[in-house]
């Protein structure tokens, strides 16, 4: 997770003023996904289901990198007893809110502040990415990374992004983006079968996932702003700022099928077990 400084703008209805706010960036995605704890447009039914197809062995150790609140690792430590599981995420805000939930749950999860792109203790049976790709330069990074630390015949679960169909040019400058910088499914699942993995499972995301990952975030957002404008954590600007969409949200900078899925593909897959991958 990138670290700074971010700043949102608030509006005050009387009188019209904007509001600057200047907000550590790993807190405004705490803030932001309080309403939607998965950090992804997923359901958390299907989560449950996707973490289930790992199926660690008993006494075995599972890892995530670049695990935010840790909802897939609670997930998966929930629905297997004695099974070890560690997180790693740079942000410590995250982990915070990721012990949180484990003691309101009663899980026990080791949680590592660190950098999951230089992570290099242990040898899992299972090691879940998803949505941090960014942090190894992409998806070869991210299947070299996980190969590292996963013990032949284990298992993986990556959330990444795809193309759904060729990208517009509307698309591509707001996301800032080429078409050769995400593949489409089909090319992501020919990616990971070529780095010696089974493909067990998958999930595209739908309409409604976005729907509700956009609006539980965005509205988050809003809540907390306007409960926050005129407090001492705020302090006004004379500048005019641009109107413009809030940051991410698809659905106003994008134009409609604008082809972007993420995660395109969340789903276990299996390091084969020869002489090539041990």
Known sequence: MVTGEETIRAVQRSPVRWIVLVVDRSQISLLAHADHPVAAPISERRV????GRLRPPAGSSVLDLGCGEGLWLLATAASNPGVTC???????????????????QGIDVRWVPGD?????????EAV???????????LDGTLAAVRRLLRPGG???IGDTIWERPPSDAAQQALDAGPNDFPDLAGLVERVLQDEFEVLDGHVSTLEEWDDYEWAWTGALTRWATSTAGTALCRPSRRTPRRTA????LAERLPPRAGLRLPGFAGPAQRRISAATS
Do not use: K, M, N
């Open 86 to 104: 560690t997180g790693v995420d740079l942000s410590v805000s995250a982990l915070g809110q990721a012990r949180r939930h484990a003691d309101a």
């Open 116 to 124: 999951a792109a230089t992570w290099t203790e242990g040898a899992y």
């Open 128 to 138: 879940i990415c998803v949505g941090a790709s960014h942090a190894f330069g992409g």
């Open 155 to 157: 298992r993986v679960l």
């Open 246 to 249: 809030p940051p991410g949200r």
């Open 48 to 51: 449950s289901q996707l973490v």
